[in-house]
């Protein structure tokens, strides 16, 4: 047999695929504002600024709670509006260090904000403002993950969300 005429239906095969459409499900979305994020509890990420922490912040959230929001809502939209941020830990008092601290129940990560979580389509599943604590911090002082940026605040948010009722 002739390798052209062997190779002929692989290549049919190809191009068909090739040209037809791919169904995918729609991507979740995280959107994340921020109400005077500058008179925020304590919400300085690596010592820097209010508005560079308000960027940081919102893509580190964002690239986070997708796959969950994903799983929870294929498609999903999910607003967050915060209103207040006290982030993990503290800011050693000497040295000037851009190391956050956290030991413990001393300074557990809080955040205040309004929510809407809709659907694909964009109907509303769940609305509200809520305020959340991690009062979780000793328990996982072990877990080397820890030491990644905003680890408390990236945790408490997906239990937030997972535990979210939709309607």
């Given amino acids: 047999m002739n390798i ?3 190779l002929f239906p692989i290549a049919v095969l190809s191009c068909i695929l ?6 995918s499900a729609q991507s979740a979305t995280v959107d994340v504002q921020y109400v005077q994020p500058a008179k925020f509890t304590d919400f300085s990420i ?5 508005q560079w922490s308000a960027s940081y912040f919102a893509t580190q959230i964002s690239d986070d709670l997708r796959p969950a929001l994903q799983r929870k809502v294929s498609g999903g939209r999910l607003t967050l ?13 000497r040295g000037g260090s851009s190391a956050r601290v956290v030991r413990g129940q001393i300074r557990p990560a809080r955040m205040s904000f309004a929510f809407v979580l809709q659907d694909s389509s964009g109907r509303t599943l769940a ?22 940026a905003l680890y408390y605040e990236k945790r408490m ?11």
């Fill in 157 to 167: 948010l997906e239990r937030w969300l997972r535990s979210l009722k939709t309607s």
């Fill in 46 to 50: 690596y010592g820097r600024g209010a």
């Fill in 81 to 93: 509006r915060f209103t207040d941020i006290d982030l993990a830990g503290h800011y050693p008092s």
């Fill in 127 to 148: 609305s509200g403002s809520t305020r959340i604590v991690d009062n979780s911090s000793t328990s996982s002082l072990a877990n080397p993950r820890r030491s990644q």
């Fill in 4 to 6: 052209q005429h062997a």
């Fill in 18 to 23: 090739a040209s037809t459409p791919v169904v």
